[in-house]
């Protein structure tokens, strides 16, 4: 430790700083934080400034947070190297300063460092130390880096300190953010884990986490048994992992674990899509646009940020996840061979049609393992075009074979060169088609895929379409060719929304209308 003159010096040194303006690029904010970091760990025992120190480095992670977060949404995946090399530098300033708040909550016997360490300060310690680690989770999941190293293990140290303190919201020590209880905020990351980020938009995730910042009650944490079984989470305390669904994979046996279940959250989501589902509805009974905002946050209890529509598939999706979360069906079979891969569901038609240069759209990519339901591929020299979970891309082995139909299910950037993606298997084969809905603008049609019955998951042609496209139960089907066919068809369910394609399983109308 340095000598109390010159850890006086460099104390004020360091506050001086932090009361400067910031940068005005936050990458080279948040590289100056994490030069400083040492030095506040450094000067931290014995020092009466360390309060008010630590509160304004604090505030300065939260404005770099919020403003790397603002590109990162900004950005399209696969991210720049330069992007993703600050991403993770932030998640790992995040996590650090997160430790700091955890070890201050955790000890009572360092509560002199704050200048006025009471009972349910110690609590609001826990809760910023929480919503740290919340934040750096969240940037490593838009950035499509997974869980980060360490994160799972310093969390779950901090579970036996979540009712150690009753919270409160009058404390000037910490930053306002932090006037939640540490359950709360744990709630928060465990049930955004738990909704398999890695299949969700940018977009998708930040609405999510803040929508989870303001119903983390609507959720249960128990070392005794939950009901329904189905919908239980199950945390190993000593592991470094995410909460891991009960119906996926079972405990090991005598491994004493924490159950968590969001399903009093399902509840309240159900009411929710119930009312957005009327809103939508009206709207299109008066003529108004879908996408027109229809949710009052403070009635709703809903954040802003996406379309009525992209909502509105979020909630079911979210819902969907809590309640039934997926488990495996098939075994995955490790293996190694090239594929083209045709990505987006514009392209794919065009390559169908001979237009917009064809197979000029197709790349090659790397098989690692495989299931009857589908792939997790690779691609180590980069990639041409954007990825996002829940688009469509179309994947074959050899020109001579037809192209199956796969859902983007999750992203993963292990490094800047190599990217990972998991697919779903929707269909073998497709043919191009254009369609119109009724209430859509007059003579405008939307490209889209007519996919064959696939044999155990559905019995009867479907079609992929852009996500909005669909309007009302009976649409126009035009398909070119030699000739040109054009029919009446009728929805008979919706099976699939992302915040990028829609699949419903339709039939031909036999007495148009």
């Known amino acids: 430790m340095a000598p109390p003159d010159a850890a006086s010096e460099q104390i004020v040194e360091l506050l001086e700083w932090l009361k400067g303006d910031p940068a005005d690029d936050c990458v080279a904010d948040l590289d100056a934080l994490l030069g400083r970091l040492p030095r506040l760990l450094e000067l931290a025992a014995g020092t009466q400034e360390f309060a008010g120190c630590l509160q304004q480095f604090d505030e300065r992670v939260f404005d770099v947070a919020e403003r790397l977060k603002a590109r ?105 953010a932090a006037a939640v209880s540490p359950a709360a905020q744990f709630n928060r990351l465990a049930a955004l884990a738990v909704l398999e980020p890695a299949s969700l938009t940018a977009r998708e995730l930040v609405w999510a986490f803040e929508y989870l910042g303001a119903h983390s009650g609507g959720m249960e944490l128990s070392r005794r048994p939950l009901q329904p079984e189905g919908a239980v989470f199950w945390i190993d305390p000593a592991s470094d992992g995410p909460p891991v669904a009960r119906n996926r994979r079972a405990p090991p046996r005598g491994l004493e674990v924490i159950n968590f279940s969001a399903m009093a959250l399902c509840r309240r989501l159900g009411e929710q899509i119930e009312s957005l589902e009327r809103r939508i509805a009206d709207a299109e009974a008066l003529g108004l646009e879908r996408e027109t905002d229809l949710q009052d946050p403070g009635e709703s209890g809903l954040p802003l940020g996406l379309t009525p529509l992209e909502t509105l598939s979020l909630l079911q999706r979210m819902r969907e996840r809590w309640s039934t979360p997926p488990s495996r069906e098939h075994p995955r079979r490790p293996n190694q061979y090239t594929v083209q891969v045709c990505q987006g569901l514009r392209p794919i038609w065009n390559m169908l049609r001979g237009e917009g240069g064809g197979l000029g759209h197709v790349s090659r990519w790397v098989v690692f393992n495989e299931s009857p339901g589908g792939y997790a591929i690779m691609n180590v020299s980069g990639v041409a075009g954007v990825l996002s979970a829940g688009m469509v891309l179309a994947l074959r082995r050899s020109d001579n074979e037809r192209w199956s139909i796969c859902i983007v299910r999750w992203i993963r950037t292990e490094d800047a ?59 126009l089907i035009v398909r070119e060719g030699r000739h040109l066919y054009v029919a009446q068809g009728r929805v008979l369910s919706l099976d699939m929304q992302t915040a990028n394609v829609e699949l419903f399983q339709y039939e031909i109308d036999t007495y148009p209308i």
């Open 417 to 475: 060169a190599r990217v990972e993606l998991g697919l779903q298997v929707v269909a073998h084969g497709c043919t191009p088609i254009s369609i119109g809905f009724r209430g859509s603008e007059r003579s405008a049609t939307t490209a889209a895929l007519v996919l064959p019955p696939l044999h155990g998951v559905r019995r009867n042609t479907a079609i992929l379409a852009p996500a909005g496209t669909y309007k009302s139960r009976r649409f």
């Open 72 to 176: 990162l949404l900004e950005a399209e995946l696969p991210l720049s190297a330069e992007l993703r090399g600050a991403a993770g530098r932030l998640v790992e300033l995040l996590q650090e300063v997160g430790g700091v708040f955890a070890l201050l909550g955790e000890h009572r016997d360092l509560r002199t460092l704050l200048a006025k360490a009471r009972r349910h300060e110690l609590s609001l310690l826990l809760a910023r130390a929480l919503a740290l680690m919340g934040d750096a989770y969240l940037v490593s999941c838009v950035a499509a880096m997974g869980d980060p190293p360490r994160l799972w293990h310093r969390v779950y140290a901090m579970l036996p300190h979540l009712d150690d303190g009753e919270g409160g919201a009058d404390s000037d020590a910490l930053p306002e």
